[in-house]
Each structure stands twice: as C-alpha cells, then as structure tokens.
C-alpha cells in the first residue's frame, strides 16, 4: 500500500496511513505493516521502530513515527501525559439529537475479546474520555468532529457505539438495532480517520499536522441526503 509522507524532519516522520494497513506485526498480520514499511525506508533503531501509538487496521490517517532517542521519549511523553492534539472525523448510524456530548465511561476487554464501554459505578476498565461535536446530520447518519482525550483500544468505535452511534462500516461494534435491522454498511473499512495531530517538538514549538478526507469516504457522504 502507498504511504504518503506529509512532513520528514530530523525528529521524525509524519505519515497518512492507509485505511487496510496493520501497524504492527502480529499473529495474523505478519508482513506488509507500517512497521515493515519503516524498516523499509528508513534507518530506526529504536523500540517499535519509533512507534508512539496506533491506529485501527480499517481506520486511515495521521501517525508520527519518532527518528531518534530523544524524540522517542518527547513524544511518548506527550502521549502518556494527554498533551497531544488528537482530532478524528466519523460518520455514525442516526440522526443525533445533541450538538455536542463526551463519553466518559471505562473501556474493558470483555470475554469474547470485544472492548466494552463499562458503567461508571462498575469500577472496572481504563479511563476514557471522548468528545465529538456535530459537523452535519444527515436523515440516518450524523457525521462528527471528534476529540480523543485518551488513547484506548478502539476507544472513538466503543465508546460512539455505546451512546446508540455506532461507526459507519464497522461490523465488530455495530449496534443491535443495526444490525437487526440489516443497516450495517460494508465500506470495506470504517468511516473514521485520523484528521489532525498535534504536539511539541524538541524545541518546544507547537506543530499541528492535518490530512483531507479520504476519497472514498467524501464518496460515500456525496450519496447521502
């Protein structure tokens, strides 16, 4: 898969990954990854090849890949402390009835090994916090702006899923009225990607990165009323 690089410094690479693409080696995913892709093209040494976080296999857009030591630790740090920029779009199932909202409830690996938003008084799970604002209501579909304050597994399709608003194109969390009904959609990938990332680099400047919305994303929203 193509990978565009949008910025290429001495600290680090800034890439769009492709919707498809796995990150990082696993059992089932065991070549053709970003992390390949790194060793590829560049000469890392480092832990994860320079990896900070992650993105979903089905979910596209920006990722920083850290050059060095020091770069390493500076962003890795800036991700632990919550200071980064995180900034996702999606298109969910259903009109929303509020403008804007967060979701605050801790997310736990559940015994069939999906995550699950948990109840606040259930004291179980990892702390979580999701902002989204409307950008435009459709008559099914509501297509969101949204903020990521922690960095969770599948934490936007959980915790989106978890208020009635499940991703468009994701089969593992959509929800049971979607799925009774037969309105899931099959995009081949989700209807979400990484838009904006933000954080300091080595010389304390504030740095922001922002892609456009993938092709056949802007596709899909085009054929909606």
């Known amino acids: 898969m193509k990978i565009e690089v949008i910025a290429d410094t001495d600290e680090y690479v800034v890439v769009n990954k492709p919707a498809g693409m796995v990150v990082e080696p696993n059992s089932v995913y065991k070549d053709g990854t970003l992390v390949d892709w790194i060793k590829d093209n560049y000469e890392i040494e480092l832990e994860r090849a320079g990896l900070v976080h992650r993105l979903d296999k089905d979910v596209s857009g920006v990722m920083v890949i850290a ?3 020091e770069s390493f630790n500076n962003l890795k740090s800036q991700f632990q402390e919550r200071k980064v920029n995180k900034e996702y779009v999606a298109l969910v199932h259903k009109k929303m009835v509020h403008d804007e ?6 997310i736990a690996r559940s015994k069939s090994g999906k995550f699950v938003a948990k109840s606040d008084e259930g004291g179980s799970g990892r702390s979580a916090k999701t902002i989204y604002e409307v950008k435009k209501k459709y008559v099914n579909y509501t297509l969101l702006n949204v903020r990521i304050l922690t960095g969770r597994t599948h934490q ?17 969390y959509e929800t049971h009225n979607i799925r009774v009904k037969k309105k899931g959609i099959d995009l081949g990938r989700l209807w979400l990607y990484s838009k904006t990332l933000g954080f300091e680099n080595l010389a304390h400047d504030k740095v922001e990165y ?6 056949e994303l802007e596709e899909f ?5």
């Open 156 to 172: 936007i399709r959980v915790h989106l899923s978890s208020i009635g608003h499940s991703v468009v194109g994701d089969k593992l």
């Open 210 to 215: 922002t892609v456009e919305v993938p092709k």
């Open 101 to 106: 909202g967060e979701v605050t409830l801790p």
């Open 67 to 69: 050059k060095n030591e």
């Open 221 to 225: 929203l085009s054929k909606l009323k």
